[in-house]
DNA sequence: CAGTCGATTCACT
DNA sequence: GTGAATCGACTGA
């Protein structure tokens, strides 16, 4: 178990950017999510930008609804939705209030509170995989949508927090399309990650659903 | 109000 | 590599 002296929130003026320059700068940087058992802390290894309601992949496209408000909301806050009737998957809202992007945690290495993670995760072969997509980044950390709009930059002790810290620097950060996203015909090279990095989820373009009989 | 499908994962071949 | 699991949000009629 890796210590993690400094649990400092990351400032909320870091999220008020354009994701494209947060998306890249969020690699490396550490997650904290507070349990009543103990804390996790996840070290970003993977990410996704979602460009507001121009980016025809994003929730955001078709303007507000009851699941994504909170991608309008202010910098900082965390958006979780659920999906394929059994996952959640977590963002963290970027921008100017109003503006709908935000950056989707899609890999990350567990540095504590490993053996909570384990439980989560029972089908993980290894620690590499307990948070090597985003579902399962999610499912390791204890995501759910009870935790849509928890605001992660929060002096007062939130379930989840982004520290301060450094990020991986530039020459390590490695860039393509976006995993899985149906709408944008993988033009925009939206996901980076951590150059050789074994917690990185593979890659995979959108495939649409086979129709059912 | 019924039909469609997803920013996925897992078991199995 | 292929298909099932599983349900809520969204769409269009």
Redesign the pocket.
Known sequence: MIATPDRTPLAREFFDRPVLDVAPDLLGRVLVRTTPDGPIALRITEV?A?DGENDP??????GR????GV?FGPPGHV?V???????H?M?LVCGPEGLAS?V?L?AGEVIEGAELARKR?I??RNDK?LA??????A?ALDVDRALDGTDACSPADPPLTVLTGTSVHSDQVRNGP??????DGGVHPWRFWIADDPTV?PY?A???????T
């Open positions: 996704e979602y992949g994003s929730h955001a496209f078709r609804t009851a699941r994504n991608m958006y939705y659920f999906t394929y009737g059994m996952w998957c963002n935000a989707l899609r995760r089908s993980a995989e090597k997509g985003p579902a399962r980044l499912t976006r995993t899985g996203v149906a709408g989820s995979r959108h495939v649409p659903r086979r129709r059912r």
